[in-house]
């Protein structure tokens, strides 16, 4: 399973960039074998960044990425105007990819006119991958996917995929099939990537990949191995995570949580705010009792003598 983490973007107790965090971010990606990082997206909290600010935090993911994590970044914006300024800085600091949302203040209401946007948009980095970012929870654009890969295909040179964050799964399979091996499909629901797998899914894009990886990974090599229990306990746990921090501010709740099991990444931007210490430890307590500490602790052990034992293959080979 190709995992590419969203991460979140560091924040200092002002409310300003901790850019310096950065490196540690890309250090524990990697060391956690994701193999690539989604930057300024919903979880990097993009649309509350500034252009300028969007521009640095792209900067310094690049700058720190080398040859072992890719680097997209979401340049989408209600504006296509700022979003093609974004689109072409990307480009100019070599990001992998691009990705951008529908606009979603004034939204288009046909695929056409969705597909038209996202041409505009990949045009302004024209030697750049770009992927559309469905996300209809949050933009408000709810059209066909299906329609959208034939359309775009045609009519963007660029074009790549879609990050596919939404629980259609239905959809989300016919779109495997029309990408076939041409384009690629990010499944962009960590809640449910063991069903989404089942379908076909071989790469995702989520926000607890930021420091619950071994625990996916080690799920993705069980259902590989055919052991479906073990599968299917490690995603129940996961879902564990997922709806105790949805419970208490989404968002909010697991930057706090990249804390406790990863890199610290300071608060939220407002309107998102932060946890209280209080909250963190009630929080902290209910992840403890679906036993994903527990969990993470065993597929970190299992990821590193995974990953010795093909080391050994290799000097003996």
């Not at 399973?1 to 924040?11: D, E, K, S, V, Y």
């Not at 959809?171 to 495997?176: A, Q, S």
């Not at 790469?203 to 420091?211: L, P, R």
């Amino acid at each position: 399973m190709h995992l590419i983490a969203a991460p979140f973007t560091a924040l200092d107790e002002n409310g300003k960039l901790a850019l310096e965090v950065i490196e540690k971010q890309a250090a524990s990606l990697v060391e956690d074998l994701v193999q690539g990082a989604f930057v300024c997206g919903s979880t990097g909290e993009g649309v509350l960044l500034t252009r300028e600010e969007r521009m640095a935090v792209a900067s310094r993911w690049c700058s720190f990425a080398g040859n072992e994590l890719s680097v997209i970044v979401h340049v989408g914006h209600a504006s296509l105007a700022e979003a093609c300024v974004l689109a072409a800085h990307a480009e100019q600091v070599h990001a992998s990819a691009i990705a951008a949302v529908a606009p979603f203040y004034f939204r288009p209401s046909t695929v056409e006119d969705l597909v038209e946007c996202c041409r505009i948009i990949a045009a302004a980095a024209p030697r750049t991958g770009f992927f559309y970012y469905h996300i209809p929870s949050m933009t408000g654009v709810d059209l066909s996917m299906p329609q959208f890969l034939e359309l775009a295909s045609a009519k963007i040179p660029t074009f790549q995929g879609i990050k596919f964050t939404d629980g259609n799964l239905v959809e989300f399979r016919r779109c495997l099939e029309i990408a076939g091996d041409l384009h690629t499909v990010h499944f962009g629901r960590d809640e449910v990537l063991l069903p989404a797998m089942t379908l076909g899914a071989r790469s995702a894009v989520g926000s607890t990949y930021n420091f619950a990886a071994p625990v996916y990974l080690r799920m993705a090599d069980a259902y590989a191995r055919r052991d479906l229990g073990t599968a299917s306990r490690l995603q129940a746990v996961l879902q564990g995570l997922v709806r105790a921090a949805s419970a208490r501010g989404g968002h909010v709740a697991l930057k706090a949580l990249s804390g406790v099991y990863g890199t610290p990444c300071g608060p939220c931007r407002m309107p998102l705010g932060a946890l209280s210490p209080e909250e963190l430890r009630t929080l902290q307590s209910r992840i403890e009792e679906v036993g994903f500490a527990a969990e993470l602790a065993a597929s970190r052990d299992w990821l590193r003598a995974d990953a010795a034992s093909q080391a050994s293959q290799g000097v003996r080979q």
